[in-house]
Every structure is written in structure tokens, then in C-alpha cells.
């Protein structure tokens, strides 16, 4: 989950510079709008580890925005008047009316993390904990409420040297206490306990932005325009979150909505995703491919015997590009594994039956019974790739499909499942050179289509789009695994590799 | 929440056989313009006490609608196949397609409520089984899915005669076997269960509608018609339960919807909601009344410093027909507590600060430290009264206000309130005869505005949405207290003994 956030995305003085005029103006904007409609309220949250820039954020947006229509809150320990009411009541007392922006730093995600991370709770209690957030979220965006939520992530040795830099200075010494390194003793435990959360919280009505913390330019331009956006939107389009959605304000007024900022975040923030990260360098010899290949299939086979004797079920998915490889990789698989035991499904567009059913309904189908391996060949994940990029769900359908996968995952795992995800890299050079390779030869043109050029026109959208997905699905108990496949050798141990590990864990916990 | 289910609604044979052909016809066309819309698809799923017509409802309903685009599904124990897979893999198997009904006996609530039961899951894990029941549900209709649930209640006497009767027919001796009666002996259980059940899981898009199950005449007609209009209203309008609504779908075929059946629920079955069954005679007179208003007030002026010392605070609703007398309740209550301790509330309609704000964010404001006494002369509940019965909260805000009001009770029960909450009611005669002498009397003409006139004719609209609040607020942790008020002195006396006794107990059990 947090690895796209940890890719050292850097924005440059000099770019910062030449933003932040343009940009303050148009959060005064719409600030200034927002009030003049008179809703929505807007709360935006801030969280995340301890020094990525939470206070810094809030600070910085007080400073650019009207500090009289704003209002921030951050949370101590409990006074006597708040601990003599229900923990809620503090929250309740601080929203935000309508047409104004509230700050909330962690606020009601504080003492459920804080308590998950000293095991002051159990899993159980920590995840009705969660729920109790749902539910209050649920009832503001209802009512008609926005609410953004940041999380500002920075990694274990990176908060370590901010914790340190914030030492040094005089300045900044007072907010470095024992408590801030006992914490980050704690940090595996932390991400834990916040990916869990995340993941239990990230719905469409209250969705969690994962913002990489270590660089003060990159984090404060994508807070800053994120909320721009979001208000604008909402502003502009005027619809709820869900159910009766409020007229459209400029349409209540009106009069129209003023045009889209120029400067969009995605153009503002061209920055690296994480599959820009990959080294797509890696390569593997032909001699030393075949060695590891039928070392790997030899130990893959003992591992799947081991498993279907102890009916521990597998789900391998694969997505990629178009002619990235997920074919020869899914048959080096195959070929290790007992056929009787073992299904491919290739997922195309659904079929009428399935399209008179959930999306999730043409894959529940598919589960096979305990001990068998499963392949699927495209998956779930279409609903935000494919559907996503071509328009086939709608942004509301689309964006909440990350927490129902999430919580598709969640009952195969507790059944016992154990689910590899694969995503199969090249670079989209080696893909140009892969289709001309087709249409080259004869016995390979069948597998080119109009369609691949088509996608290929669209890789920046689709690589978006994979870094969402991977932002928001690659949990703890069913991560992505990112297999760069310029080299198919390479590609294939990989994936090889990568299952026998898996496995192998799997049984030992047994 | 079964009180307004144990009224012993009948329906007469004669009146039944002249309803039943147009019903059918109508479910039939409902049946047909759903197939033919080809949307949504609808999940009717039958929950309740054993013999209260699950089964036969469902079966009559397969008579009556064209079996060819019918489903029915009732689950026994998981198959080999079921059981090595996850547990809602037979469910997602079992879904109709768009454009089809499907039946579904107890379906995913069965276990849940099972094990809970015989306390093979802790309250907590019931918890977590029935959240996970609201994502698979919630799943569903943001699809576009119709979720109707129908709770086939009995009492338990009823539900033992009910035993005995199928017992005795050979033909249907079979039903009832030694589980039957194993589960009987639990009865006390199973409804606590289920009431936290249906507390949790009746959601705006999915609600549970709770049947008086005794009168098969009843039962039959409440469910049939209740389908018929849930379609007949999603065909119609067209309308999500959520988020993306897909468009009307008269709207999309270009062509009008039919329109409504002349016969409407409410009509058919003008039955008896839970106030008219009160005993509106009892009386106190005023020696008796005197004498025992002293000695109550003592005790609770005892018992209320007791709580004081205990930081135990109360708070106590007052609802009720204008001219009830809870003005002359409430000072006989504030008359016995100390001053200092205690706040009463009026609420009347919001300030514009609190229009501001979610409904429920002015009453958080008031919520009293430990200790106090807090006392709501109308209150959270004008949101399923007032605000639905003039129109002032949509459907789609006053539906799911139920939910959100259980939720706001139970943060305030946990952290250690006792909750009282009364309706005040008195005979329609008996108002109006208040209504004259308020005329008549000078002194008294203040009291009597012409919103008290307009509130009247709407009795029989209010009367059902106080029938509807009671059946789906008065909770174990919550109950609400009906007060039979046409005499002012039996009225006062018992609202005094009903906070004595929820003290004394509640106090009992530190």
C-alpha cells in the first residue's frame, strides 16, 4: 500500500516557486466560493507518520487560505468536560458549519491506531473501532458533507532522519520528545495497524489520499491541489456523495460554474508513478534461465502436492500490459502443476450472463474448492484498469471498487486462500518492439490487435491508473508483486520465485 | 422493536379473498415490466421466528408470480463443495440476474444469528459477522441491486401454539422436530439477537420490514403488497439506492410508467399501529395520585443523587401528541432534582446556526456532563415525526435516520447514559377536548397555536410514523416507554416509576 508513496517524488524550488502564486489564489477561490454557496462543509483530515508534514500542511494552508473561515483542531488527551461525554462529542462539537473548511489533525483515527499499535486493542475491537469511523463518516458525507482525508506517509529510515533534522534546530527541538522515538521504534507495527486502517476506512464518500511526505515541495503541491480540485468539483457539479444529492449549487444559483483551473494536478505533478521506479534493466541468461527454471518447477510442484494434501487453495491474478509476457509466464506455471488441479481463467469482456450480474459475480464463480491452483489470466482488477480508462464504469463505480476488492481479498484470505497478484512491466518502448515483432511474423500476427494499438495510445492514463490500484490494493494479506519483464527470463523466475516463496511461507505458518 | 408486532393484526377471510385477484395481478405485471426493463435485479430475503410463515410465503408467492423468473433458495448445511469455499460463495452463486426476483430464506443471516444464539460468537464477533453483512448488502445495491427483507415475527406464546398446530397435522408434522423446540427454549436469546440483527443491518438501502406473523391473511397481504410497491416504485422512478442512480427507466424506454395500483398498502391494510392498542381507561384519582406522586419524587430524588455520586447521567426523551401533558410530566420530574444537576431542553425548530450542521449536531452540543440529568422536551426523533410527516427531510434522509439515531444511542449507552425515552399520548377525542378548553381559558390560549390545528388533521400520518419509530428505535438498550395519558395524574405517576425502575436497575448493576 505504501509503496507508491516512497518513490522520492521531488518538486524542485524553482517549479514550487513559480505554482504557489497561481495556486494560492485559487484555494482563496474557492474558499471564497464555497462559502458564497453555503455548502458543502468540507473537513479534511490530516494523519499519518510523525514528521511527514501534517502540522507543517495545516500551517501552510492557514497561511494561504482566509484564516476566518477556517478552523483547525487538533486533539490532546481527553480534558475532564470530554471524557465525561461519549468520545465523539469533542468531534461533533468541532465540525465545521456549511461553507466552511475544518482541519482536523488525526482527530477520531488517533486513539483507535494509537491503541492498536500499544495492543491496548485487540484486532476484533480494533476493527469495530474502524467501523465506528465508517459509520460517523457515512452520516456527515449523507448529510451532504465533503471530507478528504491525507495520509502523509514517510518510510522507517526517512522519519528517522526528519525526527533527527527536527532535533538540530532550536527551533523545531521541542517537538521531538521521547515519545516521537518510542513511536518509531514501533514503526512495523504502525504500518500495520495504518494499512489495515486504511484500508478499512478508504471508501468512495470518505476516501484517504496517500501523499509521500519527505519532500515539503512535492507533499504541499499535492495537498494544496488536491483540495482545490475536490471543492471545485463539487462546486462545479454540485452532486452528493450519495443518495439525494443537493441541486447542483451553480445550477441552485443559477449562474455558472467558473472553468476548471488550468492547472490541473495530474499536469502540475507530472511526477514519477511507481512503476517508473522498476529497473527495467534486469536480465537474465539463456544457460542460467534454464538451470533456475527447472529448479524452480521441480520445487513449485513439491510445494503444490504439499498444499492440495492440506487443501490450501491458490489464486495467482495477472494483469500487465499487451504483450508483456503474462502468456509464457502463466504456462511456465502450468507446467509445474498437476493439470487436474489447476484451472486458467482468461477473463475477456463479460458475457450477457455476466453483465446481468455484479462484477464481482463472474469471479466468485470461478472459485475453485480446496487445494486447487487458480489462474486468472485479467481479473477483477479490470473494473479499475480497463473499465476505468475506457469509461466503462462510471468514477463513482470505479473508485469505490478498490475497498470491494479489498473486501473480496479479505473473505478469500480468511478462508484460508493464498492470493498472488501479479503485475507484468515493460517498458513502452519494449512494447512497440514487441508489436512490430508481430506483425512480423505470421504465426504471431493472430495475437495483435487494433485494440493493443489503441491502449497503447493511452499508457500514461493506464500507468495512473496502475499506481491507484496498487496504492489502494496492495494489502499487507494480498500484495501486488511487480515483475519487470523486459527480459522474459528474468520475468519468468520472477513470477516462479515469487509463488514458491508465498507458498512455502504459507505452509510453514501451518 | 417486536411491540409494534404484537398486535394481533387480523385480516378476515372475506376481505382477503376480494384482495387477493387484484394482487396477483398486479404482481405479475410488476413481475413482467421488471423483466422487461431488464433491471434492477431484486433480493427478497425472509428472516423471522420458526412458524411464522417464511416458508409459506414464499411458497405462495411462487404460485402466485410466474415461476420461470422466480429463484428460491434456502440453505441448509454447507455442502463439501460450499464448505471449501468462502462462506458467501453459495450466496453470490444463488444472486438473480437483472430482471429477475430471487427468494432467499434466511439466507446469509442465518448463521450469524445461529451461533449467536448458542453463544458460539461473542457479541463482538456477531458484531463483525453482521458488518460484514452491510458490505455484502451495500455491495449489492450500489450495483443497483433492490434489497427487500421481510422479519416474520411471533411471541413466543404464539410461536409454541404454532408448534403444537403443525404438530398435530400429519402434513405438516414433519416441520417440527426436537430443534424446534430446542430453539423455542431459547426464544429469549434468539430475539435479543435478532433486535441487535436488525438494529445493525436495517440500512436505507437495505431495510428489514418486520411482519406480525400470527394472521397468515395479514402476513401474506403485508409481504405481497409490500413487494409489489418496492418494485413497482423502483420501475417507476427509477431511482438508485445510491450513489450513480441509473437512469429512470421509464425514462430510458420513452415511455411512462403505469400508473400506481389503485389499492395502496396503507389502504389495504388500515390495521392497528402499536398506540391503538393501548388501554387509554386507566386512571388515578387524586388522593391515590397525591400520595403516590410524594413518595415517587422522594425516590427519586434519592436515586438521582446516588447517580450523581456515581457520575451516572440520565437522559430522558419526551415525544407525544401536542396537549399531551409532557410539560406537566416534566416538571413533576424536575421538581424532585436537584436544579444544578439538571437541564431541560426544548426543542423547537433549528437556529440557523444549527442549520448549518448535520440534524443530529445540535443535540451532541447539549449532552451533559457525568452525573447530570438531561431532559429533551421533543428531540432527535422530530426527524422521523415532524421533519418526515411535512415533508421538510426527504424519504431517502428520514429512512435512514433510523439507523443513524440507533447508532447516535448506542455511543451514549456505552459510555454509560441511561436513556428514557416516552411517548405521551393520548386519544384523538382527548385532544380535541384539551384543544376547546384551551380556547376557553384565557390564561391557557397561549398554549394553542394553529400549527396544533394543522398537526391534527395529519393524526392518522403521524400515527403511523410513530408506529414505524417504536418498531424501529425502542431497542433492549433504548426502549421507549408509552405513556397512556388521557388521565394527566396515571400519566405523571408512571413516568416517574419508569425512570425510578430504570435507575434503580441500572444502579443495581454497578
Known amino acids: 500500500m505504501f509503496e507508491a508513496a516512497e518513490l522520492g517524488r521531488k518538486v524542485s524550488s524553482a517549479e514550487y516557486k513559480s505554482r504557489v502564486p497561481a495556486l494560492r489564489e485559487e484555494l482563496l477561490g474557492v474558499q471564497d466560493r464555497l462559502r458564497d454557496a453555503r455548502q458543502p462543509s468540507v473537513i479534511i483530515l490530516f494523519g499519518g507518520v510523525d514528521g511527514a508534514g501534517k502540522s507543517e500542511s495545516v ?60 495492543r491496548r486493542l485487540s484486532r476484533a475491537e480494533f476493527g469495530a473501532r474502524l467501523d465506528e469511523i465508517v459509520d460517523f463518516e457515512r452520516g456527515l458525507t449523507d448529510d451532504g458533507a465533503l471530507i478528504l482525508k491525507f495520509w502523509m506517509h514517510l518510510d522507517k529510515q526517512s522519519q528517522k532522519d526528519r525526527l533527527k533534522k527536527l532535533q538540530k534546530d ?3 527541538r521541542w517537538r521531538v520528545t521521547q515519545e516521537q522515538w518510542d513511536n518509531w521504534k514501533l514503526y512495523g507495527r504502525f504500518i500495520d495497524a495504518a494499512e489495515e486502517m486504511i ?91 534454464r538451470t533456475k527454471l527447472e529448479q ?84 477483477w482488477y479490470g473494473r479499475v484498469l480497463v473499465e476505468r480508462v475506457e469509461g466503462f464504469a462510471s468514477p463513482q463505480e ?18 484460508g486462500v493464498v492470493l498472488v497478484k501479479y503485475w507484468i512491466h515493460i517498458s513502452k518502448g519494449e512494447q512497440l518492439k514487441r508489436f512490430r515483432a508481430r506483425e512480423h511474423a505470421v504465426y504471431k500476427r493472430w495475437k495483435l490487435t487494433d485494440e493493443d494499438w489503441r491502449n497503447r495510445k493511452q499508457w500514461d492514463t493506464y500507468e495512473q491508473a496502475v499506481n491507484d490500484m496498487i496504492e489502494r490494493t496492495s494489502t499487507r494479506q494480498a500484495p501486488w508483486t511487480l515483475i519487470e519483464a523486459n527480459d522474459k527470463y528474468f520475468a519468468r523466475l520472477k513470477v516462479l520465485t515469487t509463488v514458491c516463496n508465498r507458498l512455502e511461507s504459507h505452509l510453514r505458518s501451518y
Open 398 to 415: 470505479w473508485t469505490r471498487a478498490y475497498a470491494e476488492i479489498n473486501q473480496f481479498e479479505t473473505q478469500l484470505v480468511a478462508h
Open 199 to 289: 484500508t478499512r476506512t478508504s471508501l468512495a464518500n470518505a476516501p484517504w489520499t496517500i501523499v509521500e511526505g519527505a519532500d515539503e515541495h512535492y507533499r504541499t503541491l499535492t495537498v494544496a491541489t488536491s483540495i482545490r480540485d475536490a471543492i471545485h468539483k463539487r462546486l462545479g457539479e454540485g452532486t452528493g456523495n450519495s443518495g439525494a444529492a443537493p441541486p447542483s449549487i451553480a445550477q441552485a444559483k443559477g449562474r455558472k460554474a467558473p472553468a476548471l483551473p488550468k492547472t490541473r494536478r495530474s499536469k502540475i505533478l507530472s511526477q514519477p508513478t511507481i512503476l517508473s521506479k522498476l529497473d527495467m534493466s534486469q536480465r537474465v541468461d539463456q544457460t542460467k534461465y
Open 170 to 172: 532550536a527551533l523545531t
Open 59 to 118: 500551517n501552510l494552508l492557514n497561511e494561504w487560505m482566509d484564516p476566518r473561515w477556517l478552523l483547525t483542531r487538533a486533539y490532546g488527551q481527553p480534558s475532564d468536560e470530554e471524557r465525561e461525554r461519549p468520545e465523539y462529542w469533542r468531534f461533533w462539537r468541532d465540525l465545521p458549519p456549511k461553507g466552511r473548511i475544518g482541519f482536523f489533525l488525526s482527530a477520531w483515527y488517533s486513539r483507535p491506531l494509537v491503541d492498536r499499535v500499544h
Open 296 to 379: 524452480l518447477q521441480g520445487q513449485l510442484n513439491t510445494l503444490h502436492r504439499k498444499a492440495q494434501r492440506r487443501g490450501v487453495s491458490i489464486i495467482l491474478v495477472f494483469e500487465g500490459w499487451d504483450a508483456a509476457g503474462k502468456g509464457g509466464a502463466i504456462r511456465r506455471l502450468t507446467a509445474a502443476i498437476d493439470a487436474r488441479a489447476c484451472q486458467v481463467i482468461p477473463i475477456a469482456a463479460p458475457t450477457e450472463e455476466e453483465r446481468a450480474q455484479h462484477y464481482l459475480w463472474r469471479f466468485w464463480r470461478h472459485l475453485a474448492r480446496r487445494g486447487r491452483v487458480t489462474i486468472f489470466d485479467r481479473s
